[in-house]
């Protein structure tokens, strides 16, 4: 694990590319994963930096690990606000957040129910596939569009189960 400032993303792609260059040829040769928790929050901290920039250094990262994985904010008034009255923040969010699923081979969302709450179901976990899976792999796929319930307990530990069971 590499602790680093998030406010310089040419810092990132450095320690990035000096672990990956560090790692050839040995037995960990390029198997890096990458975690990058919370990315869209230099949208809203950092006016400098668009979703273009953040797109373009998630494509620099990727040449030098192996899998790398991205979470973001998706809420619906981040995504789902019309065009014309979006703020500049709205906008470049909802352009991240769609050009990295079309970008992903795998999407993981976290929902609530659109029923409302319920005292026994937290919410909908939800695996598909992303803008790059292709048919082959989506037919061998054991999450293909697959969604399930779940439930986090008052002890802190969760519970996950298929529609119906």
């Known amino acids: 694990m590499v602790n680093f400032s998030l406010s310089n993303l040419k810092e ?11 790692s050839k040829g040995g037995e960990n040769a390029s198997k890096i994963i990458l ?21 373009r250094t998630i494509m620099t990262l990727r040449q030098h690990v192996y899998n790398m994985i991205v979470t973001s904010s998706a809420d619906y ?10 703020t500049p923040l709205e906008t ?4 991240f957040v769609a050009s990295m699923a079309h970008q992903s081979r795998m999407v993981v969302q976290l929902r609530s129910l659109p029923t409302g709450a319920a005292e026994d179901i937290s919410g909908l976990l939800r695996v598909s596939g992303g803008g790059t899976l292709n048919d082959a792999e989506e037919e061998n796929s054991a999450f293909k569009g697959r969604e399930w319930l779940y439930q986090v307990k008052r002890d802190g530990s969760v519970r996950v189960w298929e529609r119906g069971q």
């Open 77 to 86: 008034p981040l995504l789902h606000n019309s065009s014309s009255s979006a």
């Open 35 to 55: 975690i990058m928790d919370g990315l869209d929050f230099l949208l809203a901290s950092q006016p400098s930096i668009t979703s273009l920039t953040l797109l």
């Open 92 to 95: 470049e969010h909802r352009a």
């Open 12 to 22: 990132l792609q450095n320690i990035v590319s000096h672990h990956s260059e560090k």
